[in-house]
């Protein structure tokens, strides 16, 4: 890497259909109701994915190793048939970190493609695995919250887990490019496969 050429901070994902990033924002809404304006950072609609495995930094000049690696294990994939449904809390409700809402299919496709995606990509990260996949949508990433909101947010959450957002085909992994702004990140689509 010459000392001009910046590192791609890079994740996989499945991209998730407007009426979906529709739905979700209006749990959004909902949910921002019950925390303080500082208390947590809100996932924009038009950055909304299901990420299959995060990268980080990879070095432009492994680009064309790793997509040939994504093409490899993405091929024949799909389409996978998926649903956004229920609401949880990584780690817990009692301690959330992460807002999320789920997503499954029926024949359990997006936790086998998941797999390949991270075998694929396991020489071009440094970032640790998730030791068991759970298909999910980011909603917010919460920094602190007071033990009232806490409270109120568990409860919100356990009275919305059966929530139904939508279903949809997905037919194609991206390999995307996330850029650190003033105003969040910045997402571009770098490669695309399937």
Known sequence: MSAGEQK???FVALAVPIQIR???AQTQLELRKLLPGSSA???HADRTH???RFLGDVEPARLEALTSSLAAAAENFGPIELIAERLGCFPDARHPRVLWAGVQDRDEQLAGL???ISSATAAFTREPEERQ???HITLARIRQIPRPQAKALAAFMQGAAERHFGAWTAARVELVRSELTSSGSRYTTVAEFG
Do not use: C, I
Request: zero cysteines; a positive charge; aromatic letters at 12%.
């Open 8 to 10: 791609l901070r890079l």
């Open 22 to 24: 529709n739905a979700l």
């Open 41 to 43: 950072s809100w996932t």
């Open 50 to 52: 299901l990420t299959l």
């Open 114 to 116: 998941q797999r390949r």
């Open 133 to 135: 996949f759970t298909g």
